[in-house]
């Protein structure tokens, strides 16, 4: 066979995805799928698994048995790093791709979809299993549900402890379910695998609240492990005059539940007809994005505080880094605008609703690579940017130190991450410990601190 260029475009039609909730990437078939991996080049050093991945996963390997056509072994090696490939070969951004030595002569391997190819068609011959696991006779408590609470559950499993989960929410997932939207990821593919994992043996305890409802001293006192999971509810709010009208969300108010089947956001969250403005250039506001536009938005304009990234990869990172550049994602294919540079000082409320912001363009110092250091305002270029609904996706800033985190007297570092203390078992994975970042880092650390129990 002839060696395949990388496929560009892997989305399906705009016309068509914007009109439905369903995801909005398509799959490979066999053939794609063994052409894509068959890219994979013999490169000696395959950074995309050493700098590229954060569970370390055997790309090449896994290629190598695409190209070959088999499935099983392709399986096999996926899983002896990771457990979750259907939520990674959904939405990570693959870090791995930016380490791929194609980079350096054309494109990289399309490993994310090479990964989800393997997962879902092992899902549909029943080859997906998890392993058997001897009793070690301890009991651990995982606490959320999110990608690390889920990852350490079935890592402390398969060593044999009895596990139970408690989740707040309703359902399991964390912002699998309740942030990241059913068009990137579907969510009967949470409940395919929580469903596996139920089976295995893992109880879930939802709808309940460690250091509410439960005391969580009490959780740490009977169970062997605790293992604390409990991502960054926190999120970045702007406090600048006016943040109390009416129409200004949270990124995660605004998308919460909105796009599970069978629920529904609150009526006051609804976009449609309105002239949104979303704070935020990273993949939260992406996503406040693509709610806006299948909900009929009048317009939708996204803003940013930093500078617009070079086209191409920065100097700054050269190969095989993770690549600072400007990146277009699924959602601004879709519609809308993009500005950057944008600092927000006041919003402009009429009859107590939003009606704009008042914004100052910023320029920024930038180091002799090109990041940016530091900005400064330029006078005369204060605007009005109007708005009737304004959705703030500014990231988010750590655990909150009552609760649960006083229950258990534990530390906070200043950056809002908890200070595990494993002398009396408490253990912390995921963004909780780290910060917010990725849902393969969320796993990948889980991964870790569980490998040291
Ligand atoms: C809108 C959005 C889009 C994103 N898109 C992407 C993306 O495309 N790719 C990517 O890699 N990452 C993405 N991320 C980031 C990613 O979702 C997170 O990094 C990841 O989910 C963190 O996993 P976690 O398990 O540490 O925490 P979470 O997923 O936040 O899970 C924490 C869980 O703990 C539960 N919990 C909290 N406190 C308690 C308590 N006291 N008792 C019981 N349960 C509790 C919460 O309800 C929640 O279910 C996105 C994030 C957002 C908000």
């Given at each position: 066979m002839d060696r395949m260029n990388r496929i560009?475009?892997?989305?399906?039609?705009?016309?068509e995805r914007v009109k439905d909730r369903d995801e909005v990437e398509r799959r490979l078939a066999a053939e794609e799928a063994e052409g894509q991996a068959a890219r994979c080049r013999d490169c000696g050093i395959p950074f995309c698994?050493?700098?590229?991945?954060?569970?370390?996963?055997?790309?090449?390997?896994?290629?190598?048995?695409?190209a070959a056509g088999n499935l099983e072994r392709a399986l096999d090696v996926i899983g002896r790093t990771a457990f979750f490939p259907e939520f990674t070969g959904r939405v990570c951004p693959a870090l791995c791709?930016?380490?791929?030595?194609?980079?350096?002569?054309?494109?990289?391997?399309?490993?994310?979809?090479?990964?989800?190819?393997?997962?879902?068609?092992?899902?549909?011959?029943?080859?997906v299993k998890l392993p058997v696991a001897e009793p070690n006779g301890k009991t651990a408590a995982v606490v959320g549900s999110g990608p690390a609470?889920?990852?350490?559950?079935?890592?402390?499993?398969?060593?044999?402890?009895?596990?139970?989960?408690?989740?707040?929410?309703?359902?399991?997932?964390?912002l699998l379910r309740y942030g990241i939207p059913n068009w990137k990821l579907d969510k009967s593919v949470i409940d395919r695998r929580v469903a596996l994992l139920e089976a295995a043996g893992i109880k879930f305890v939802c709808g309940t609240e460690i250091g509410k409802d439960i005391s969580a001293d009490y959780v740490r006192r009977h169970f062997d492990e605790t293992?604390?999971?409990?991502?960054?509810?926190?999120?970045?709010?702007?406090?600048?005059?006016?943040?109390?009208?009416?129409?200004?969300?949270?990124?995660?108010?605004?998308?919460?539940?909105?796009?599970?089947?069978?629920?529904?956001?609150?009526?006051?969250?609804?976009?449609?007809?309105?002239?949104?403005?979303?704070?935020?250039?990273?993949?939260?506001?992406?996503?406040?994005?693509?709610?806006?536009?299948?909900?009929?938005?009048?317009?939708?304009?996204?803003?940013?505080f930093m500078p617009k990234p070079p086209e191409t990869r920065s100097?700054?990172?050269?190969?095989?880094?993770?690549?600072?550049?400007?990146?277009?994602?699924?959602?601004?294919?879709?519609?809308?605008?993009?500005?950057?540079?944008?600092?927000?000082?006041?919003?402009?409320?009429?009859?107590?609703?939003?009606?704009?912001?008042?914004?100052?363009?910023?320029?920024w110092e930038t180091s002799p690579q090109g990041r940016p250091l530091k900005p400064t305002e330029v006078p005369g270029t204060e605007e009005v940017i109007e708005a009737d609904m304004v959705v703030l996706a500014m990231g988010f800033v750590g655990v909150?130190?009552?609760?649960?985190?006083?229950?258990?007297?534990?530390?906070?570092t200043p950056r809002g991450a908890i200070v595990?203390?494993?002398?009396?078992?408490?253990?912390?994975?995921?963004?909780?410990?780290?910060?917010?970042?990725?849902?393969?880092?969320?796993?990948?650390?889980a991964k870790r601190v569980v490998a040291g129990l």
């Open positions: 560009q475009d892997i989305y399906r039609p705009v016309a698994h050493g700098a590229g991945c954060p569970l370390g996963n055997l790309i090449p390997e896994f290629n190598a048995a695409v791709e930016s380490a791929c030595t194609g980079n350096v002569h054309d494109d990289p391997v399309m490993v994310r979809q090479v990964e989800k190819f393997i997962v879902e068609a092992a899902f549909e011959h029943g080859l609470g889920l990852y350490a559950a079935e890592a402390l499993r398969r060593k044999g402890y009895a596990v139970t989960v408690y989740e707040k929410h309703p359902k399991p997932g964390g293992v604390l999971a409990i991502g960054t509810p926190n999120a970045r709010d702007l406090k600048i005059p006016g943040r109390d009208a009416e129409g200004i969300f949270l990124a995660l108010d605004f998308l919460h539940g909105a796009e599970m089947p069978g629920e529904k956001n609150p009526e006051r969250f609804g976009a449609r007809g309105r002239k949104v403005l979303v704070i935020g250039g990273g993949d939260t506001g992406n996503d406040c994005v693509g709610k806006a536009i299948r909900e009929g938005c009048a317009s939708v304009l996204q803003v940013e100097p700054s990172t050269p190969w095989p880094d993770w690549a600072y550049m400007l990146r277009t994602s699924y959602a601004q294919h879709e519609g809308g605008e993009r500005r950057w540079n944008v600092s927000s000082k006041r919003f402009v409320v009429e009859n107590g609703r939003v009606a704009g912001v008042e914004a100052v363009r910023v320029e909150p130190a009552e609760g649960l985190v006083a229950d258990l007297g534990l530390q906070l595990p203390d494993p002398e009396r078992h408490v253990h912390a994975v995921g963004d909780c410990a780290t910060g917010a970042s990725l849902v393969v880092r969320a796993m990948a650390d």
